[in-house]
């Protein structure tokens, strides 16, 4: 039987971030950048000053929305990224978060388990839904070929940032409160899971198509620690959104962890893995070829200074990753100081690879 024209228009365009996610290859690769809304765009600057913090900037569905769509127009990126911070999970538990100019973020750190007990899980709904609320305003907004990616930090790393109160090289604080008081250390961390869970599971409902489990601090725990505060929680997040959601591909960023990476992916069970800028090409063709897509990893400064430098190694990427699913990405988030320009560059190089050979 023929489907009415009318009908067929309607059909939803294949979103080639996502076909490779489930295991494509496809070249070129899709694209997008980590961090690839932010402060390197002038439109960004602009609309960060009207929204006054940066925070009322993440609980502006209107704004937040508007410096999503920001680097999709500038550059069609395949793939575009909520607009918000890993951070609104502590502040939605209620534990106040600032960002100071130019310092980055600062909350009241939790010390012991007498801190942890003031936290108010569920209070702070209210500030969550205004981020689900963008989330449904990009779907309707982003061109339908364009996958839309949610996410959240991973437990461990969302805890580095409640117990030392601000960023830190070492994770020092959170590491100590892991290995003095595991058992208060271990509510903090199912506190923070389940509220991901919830969190995560508002942004498919509101029409996220994929997710990511940004756990940027991954790499600082020896590996018995690892096991219990980075892979334990993350297979738990991801098993519990596979239930509700089985179609909706999650990327794991287990940055730091090196050799790792393979276990956390196999015993997480996460679709994709996203990696860091010290993962050898071959290491990364090897993660793909067994069955995960893989995402990364240019260096970020090699985007700030441009040349033949990033020329090089941006071919040099296409050319190991031919043949597998792989998307281009890089390996920690786009820097401010990235000349926009850069971005353009690199997105006709990484465009103009050669197809079907
Ligand atoms: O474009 C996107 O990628 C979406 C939005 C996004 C932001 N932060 C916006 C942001 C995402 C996915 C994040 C994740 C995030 N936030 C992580 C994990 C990934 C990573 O980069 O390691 C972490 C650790 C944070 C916590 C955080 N947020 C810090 C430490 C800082 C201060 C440092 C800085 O770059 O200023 C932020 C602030 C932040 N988050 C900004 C943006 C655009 C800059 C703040 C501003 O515009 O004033």
Known sequence: MHEPAASTATVAPPQRFIEVLKGSALTPPPMWLMRQAGRYLPEYRAVREQAGSFLNLCYNPALAAEVTLQPIRRYGFDAAILFSDILVIPDALGQEVRFVEGEGPRLDPIRNAADLARLKPGDGAGKLDRVLETVARLRQDLPRET???????????????????????????????????????????????????????????????????????????????????????????????????????????????????????????????????????????????????????????????????????????????????????????????????????????????????
């Not at 069955?291 to 400064?301: E, F, R, Y």
């Open 147 to 357: 996958a839309l990616i949610g996410f959240c930090g991973a437990p461990w790393t969302v805890a580095t940032y409640m117990v030392a109160g601000r960023g830190s090289p070492d994770q020092a604080d959170a590491r100590m409160f892991a290995y003095t008081d595991p058992v208060a250390f271990a509510r903090l961390i199912d506190t923070v899971t389940e509220a991901s869970i919830g969190y995560l599971d508002g942004q498919v409902k509101a029409g996220a198509g994929a997710l990511q489990i940004f756990d940027t601090w991954a790499g600082v725990l020896p590996d018995t620690e690892l096991e219990r505060w980075v892979v334990a929680p993350t297979r738990r997040i991801v098993k519990e959104l596979k239930q509700r959601h089985p179609n909706v591909p999650i990327i794991g960023f287990p940055r730091g962890v090196g050799a790792g990476a393979r276990h956390y992916r196999h015993a997480t069970r996460v679709d994709a893995l996203s990696c860091d800028t010290a993962t050898p090409l071959a290491e990364m063709r090897a993660l793909a070829g067994t069955g995960t897509a893989v995402q990364g990893n240019l260096d970020p400064l090699l985007l700030v200074a441009g040349g033949p430098l990033l020329e090089a190694r941006v071919r040099e990427t296409l050319e190991a990753m031919q043949g597998v699913p792989f998307i281009f990405n890089l390996g920690h988030g786009i820097v401010p100081q990235t000349p926009p320009e850069n971005v353009a560059r690199l997105v006709e190089l990484v465009r103009s690879s050669p197809s079907g050979s």
